[in-house]
């Protein structure tokens, strides 16, 4: 039997009265990567917020529905969302260092978690920069500022931060969409570098991205999943004519 380290059932979002996603099913197998594709505004930043309950911080938002992540209710009311979100990490689409140093953004989380020892600190920070493929950019500058590297540097140390705490599942809504093509393909190759040490779920634009990194395609529209499948199968031969016209760019 296949391990599905996330499921979902029957997820209904709502902004307000608006109802914006209309009951999605949808599970990911351990250390997958899947894609969520679909056009503006049909609900993949929405359901993706839903799974680290990010949407807890606006007050109209009502989450329905089954998130179970490792057997565990994440809805729970005794769930600890501090420790939820660095099981379940999540990079955005604008590189968002903190405006302290490098060491200090990617520290930050084990910081939070209650973590002094400056040995474990160190090791801590020099693997998560090694994962995201950003260390030897930056080893010799660790205390300067991560507001003076560039985009697609600033989005690998926003995931080496995500990767600090040691999460199993990493959320990254269109983490390329705000570089320039060199250092989206950066940061492209990090993730592929990523792949079978955690889940991994993104929303993308792009057919091409999804079709080269992604294991697994979720097309989205109108708050629907329409279909989900192997990204081979979604791209060369989708069951719906949604789909087929989505990814031949006939709308989106
Ligand atoms: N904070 C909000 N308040 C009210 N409605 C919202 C809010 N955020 C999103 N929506 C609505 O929910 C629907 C889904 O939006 P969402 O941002 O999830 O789409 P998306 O698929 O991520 O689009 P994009 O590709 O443009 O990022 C849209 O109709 C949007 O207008
Ligand atoms: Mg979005």
């Given at each position: 039997m296949t391990e599905k380290i996330l499921v979902t059932e029957n997820v209904h979002l709502y902004y307000g009265k608006k109802e914006a996603l209309h009951g999605i099913d949808l599970s990911f197998k351990k250390n997958d990567i899947t894609a969520l594709i679909g056009p503006?505004?049909?609900?993949k930043s929405t359901y993706l917020r839903a799974l680290n309950r990010m949407?807890?911080?606006?007050?109209n938002v009502t989450v329905n529905g089954t998130f179970m992540f490792n057997g565990q209710d994440?809805?729970?009311?005794?769930?600890d969302t501090v420790s939820l979100r660095q099981k379940i990490g999540m990079v955005f689409q604008q590189p968002n260092p903190f405006p302290f140093s490098i060491y200090d953004n990617v520290a930050f989380g084990l910081r939070t978690a209650g973590h002094k020892d400056k040995g474990f600190l160190d090791e801590t920070v020099e693997k998560s920069l090694k994962q995201a493929a950003i260390w030897d950019e930056v080893k010799d500058t660790?205390?300067?500022?991560?507001?003076?590297?560039?985009g697609g540097q600033q989005q690998r140390v926003s995931i080496a931060r995500a990767l600090a705490t040691g999460p199993d599942i990493m959320l990254l809504d269109?983490?390329?969409?705000?570089?320039d093509p060199m250092s989206a393909s950066k940061v492209e190759d990090t993730m592929m570098q990523l792949r079978n040490q955690l889940t991994m779920i993104i929303v993308t634009h792009s057919m091409a991205q999804a079709s080269r990194i992604s294991d697994k395609t979720a097309f989205f529209m109108d708050g629907n999943l329409i279909e989900f499948d192997n990204t081979k199968k979604v791209f060369?031969?989708?069951?719906?004519q949604e789909t087929q016209d989505y990814i031949s760019g006939r709308f989106g």
């Open positions: 503006s505004g049909s609900g949407h807890d911080l606006a007050d994440i809805y729970a009311p005794n769930t660790l205390h300067k500022s991560a507001l003076s590297l560039s269109e983490p390329t969409a705000a570089l060369l031969d989708p069951t719906r």
